[in-house]
Nanobody, 115 residues
Framework: QVQLVESGGGLVQPGGSLRLSCAASGSIPSRNGMGWYRQAPGQSRKAVARFLSDGRLYYPDSVKGRVTISFVQNTLYLQMDSLKPDDTAVYYC???????????WGQGTQVTVSS
């Protein structure tokens, strides 16, 4: 069983930085399949940064150049810089087990970008 626990959210001013962490436990063989998603009020959940199943990195254009994903000692990180009010959302840690076609989610952490 995989468990994901996020931390690091909070209130930050526009232009500021924030680092989110996700402690992962259970059967996770590598960083492949791990990622961050976010969901703003009234919107669908969208990928922010992912390690694809083949190991490649994915960043959508909306955050490219401003966020960096990393995976160190079973902890997934999301470094976010130059934050904008549009980045306000609940951020979720995700692991997609491609061998079982199962998604695992953390509980989410709120990020609010506001002056």
């Amino acid at each position: 069983q995989v468990q994901l626990v996020e931390s690091g959210g909070g209130l930050v001013q526009p232009g500021g930085s924030l680092r989110l962490s996700c402690a992962a436990s259970g059967s996770i063989p590598s960083r492949n399949g791990m990622g961050w998603y976010r969901q703003a009020p009234g919107q669908s959940r969208k990928a922010v940064a992912r390690f694809l199943s083949d190991g490649r990195l994915y960043y959508p254009d909306s955050v490219k150049g401003r966020v960096t994903i990393s995976f160190v000692q079973n902890t997934l990180y999301l470094q976010m810089d130059s934050l904008k009010p549009d980045d306000t959302a609940v951020y979720y840690c995700n692991y997609f087990d491609s061998s079982r076609q199962v998604d695992y989610w953390g509980q989410g952490t709120q990020v609010t970008v506001s002056s």
